[in-house]
């Protein structure tokens, strides 16, 4: 018996060693590219993010209704506002210059849903904030906060893009009842744009996540590209109208599914898309960046793995739109700090992360 068990540790030994060195001469390129700007603490889920074009990142927390902003440059980080009873702050897209957008609602941590009754999108104006800096001239900084519409039957409303033609109409994704939602700043009005079958969530999955992160290229105005969380095909592009964003012609699909989904939270949750056809798609709690050619659907992971802490967590990203950024190709990637499968790689507080992709 006891010989046994030790020829059992001895194998276990000997698998664990040539798993270490595989990953160690494996590890993808960007592990040793990525680094911390700023770590909130413990139990704080970062859900998403607008790098601002004065270098300074605005993130959204899930487990608060809160939006922070955080300088890179000084590695410190201040909340710009919480808004009212609700639990969580998620989708967030810079729709005008200074003015942002925000979809705010109740999504619970414990049970991965979202609370119908509870979603609106809201209106952040960081015009007056931008002037007056409390520290240094005794004056409160002033965000003017808006809402701009309820939306009422939203399960769990997650993404949130504007659409580049007409940028004061908003696309925002409905992750629990699988659609995506055209909403305009101005009148608040709203209605179903999408609601094909690639966004619904997997019935077969313990969890309502279809749909997640969206995204319009401005280079081509008659397309939203959407991931799907715990349903293939992950990334599809959807032919829309380019001005009220309704879907004109059917899913074409770019990647069906990938190698390395772990468990059923699935591959995909945010990405991004850079100006070379590439889309940098963060997949929590797989703990894996990963890169998608859109011509291609190639695929090719970047940073982390499924027990590493690298980049645990992560849950959306953006490229910076500062002048240091956009020359570094700097991508920016917020985290839950591995909260959503602690068990994989530990649980630190959410993370904003930096990826210099020029240097991959
Ligand atoms: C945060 O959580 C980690 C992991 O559980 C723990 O080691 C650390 O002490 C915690 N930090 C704080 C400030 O509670
Ligand atoms: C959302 O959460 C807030 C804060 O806990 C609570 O006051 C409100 O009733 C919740 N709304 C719904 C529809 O669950
Ligand atoms: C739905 O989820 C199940 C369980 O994870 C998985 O086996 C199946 O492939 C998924 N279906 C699609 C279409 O992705």
Redesign the pocket.
């Given at each position: 018996m006891r010989f046994q068990s030790a020829l059992v540790m001895l194998s276990i030994a000997r698998i664990s060693a040539s798993a270490l060195s595989f990953a160690r001469s494996s590890a993808p390129p960007g592990d040793a590219l990525v680094q911390t700007v700023y770590q909130f603490p413990n139990n704080t889920w970062a859900e998403n993010l607008a790098p601002r074009a004065n270098g300074k990142v605005l993130v959204t927390l899930i487990t608060k209704p809160e939006v922070w902003e955080i300088d890179p440059a000084t590695h410190t980080a201040e909340l710009v506002y919480e808004f009212p009873n609700a639990l969580s702050a998620c989708g967030i897209v810079e729709y005008a210059p200074n003015m942002f957008a925000v979809n705010v609602g109740n999504w619970s941590t414990t049970t991965f849903a979202g609370a119908v009754g509870s979603w609106g999108v809201w209106n952040l104006d960081l015009q007056a904030w931008d002037k007056c800096d409390g520290l240094r001239g005794g004056v409160d900084r002033r965000v003017t906060v808006s809402k701009i519409a309820e939306v009422p039957e939203a399960i769990f409303l997650n993404g949130l893009t504007s659409l580049p033609r007409t940028p004061t109409t908003l696309m925002a994704a409905d992750s629990g009842a699988g659609k995506i939602y055209s909403l305009d700043v101005n009148s608040g009005l709203y209605h179903t744009a999408i609601a094909d079958a690639a966004l619904k969530s997997?019935?077969?999955?313990p969890f309502e996540l279809g749909v997640n992160g969206i995204n319009v290229r401005p280079s081509e105005p008659g397309y939203i590209y959407p991931v799907n969380s715990?349903?293939?095909p992950r990334l599809v592009r959807i032919p829309i109208d380019p001005i009220n964003g309704g879907q004109t012609r059917p899913v074409e699909v770019i990647v069906d599914?990938v190698p390395f989904e772990t468990n059923?939270y699935g591959a995909a949750d945010d990405f991004a898309l850079d100006n070379s056809g590439y889309a940098w798609i963060t997949s929590d709690p797989t703990n894996i960046l990963w890169r998608a050619s859109l011509s291609t659907g190639d695929i090719k992971v970047i940073a982390g793995s499924t027990n590493s802490p690298v980049v645990a967590g992560l849950t959306s990203c953006r490229f910076g739109s500062g002048e240091a950024d956009v020359r570094a190709g700097r991508l920016y990637i917020v985290t839950n700090g591995g909260m959503a499968d602690p068990a994989a790689a530990g649980v630190v507080g959410g993370r904003l992360i930096s990826l210099d992709t020029s240097e991959l």
């Open positions: 997997n019935a077969s999955s715990l349903k293939r599914d059923l």
